[in-house]
């Protein structure tokens, strides 16, 4: 069964601090890597998304991916109590021609003013 | 250019009862899936519609489960002879044909089964 294994968390830090998510997956032949942000009882919105290894900056956010590690994560700089949220991470599981996502469990994030 | 709306956002119903939830998704997006979170747990996929095609269907949707994209704009998805265990939040996201397949959610349907 393909996995993906997020810390559940909650991961707390203090306003300003950087928040570092992380993300472990099992399919060896994924190829696109997607970070959502959901406020509780919300539905999940696109921070990051990105498909090569290496490092891919938006603003406060980093997402950075290992391919050969099978490992993906989140950055957030200058973190701000607006960032209170659980981070999703999704993976394109299905193969060549599939489109389905599978999702971690997510990570809680709290940040303390 | 608005987002995906799911409709309704809320449905309360008794075991046994059938329910349909309607999704349109964004204008011009040709892929339009269907997926079930509950408490504590990440999205689950249940299918995937290419146009008005069903391409790609979960373990999770049972026989009591069945989708449709008939003009291949919104899709419902109907859930027949409901069970308390069908209680969650029902996501649908739609994406358009880029490459990039980024999928972007409606707000969802909360659902109730008492």
């Known amino acids: 069964q393909k996995e993906v294994e997020q810390n559940s968390g909650p991961l707390s830090v203090p306003e300003g601090a950087i928040a570092s998510l992380n993300c472990t997956y099992s399919?060896?032949?994924?190829?696109?890597f997607f970070w959502y942000r959901q406020y509780s009882g919300k539905s999940p919105e696109l921070i990051m998304s990105i498909y090569s290894n290496g490092d891919k900056e938006d603003g406060r956010f980093t997402a950075q991916l290992n391919k050969a590690s099978q490992y993906v994560s989140l950055l957030i700089r200058d973190s701000q109590p607006s960032d209170s949220a659980t981070y999703l991470c999704?993976?394109?599981?299905?193969?060549?021609?599939?489109?389905?996502?599978?999702f971690g469990k997510g990570t809680k994030l709290s940040v303390i003013p | 250019d608005t987002g995906v709306s799911q409709d309704p956002r809320h449905k309360i119903t008794k075991r046994g009862q059938n329910v349909t939830f309607r999704c349109d998704p964004i204008?011009?997006?040709?892929?339009l899936y269907w997926y079930r979170q509950t408490l504590g747990q990440g999205p689950e996929f249940l299918t995937y519609f290419q146009n008005e095609a069903q391409l790609e269907k979960s373990r999770l949707l049972s026989d009591r489960f069945s989708a449709e994209r008939p003009k291949g704009s919104f899709s419902t998805l109907e859930i027949q002879r409901t069970e308390q265990g069908d209680s969650a939040m029902y996501l649908c996201?739609?994406?358009?044909?880029?490459?990039?397949?980024?999928?972007?959610f409606g707000p969802g349907t909360r659902l109730l089964v008492l």
């Open positions: 204008s011009e997006h040709n892929r």
């Open positions: 996201a739609s994406s358009f044909n880029s490459g990039a397949e980024t999928q972007y």
């Open positions: 999704a993976v394109n599981t299905g193969g060549a021609g599939s489109y389905q996502l599978t």
């Open positions: 399919d060896r032949v994924s190829q696109s």
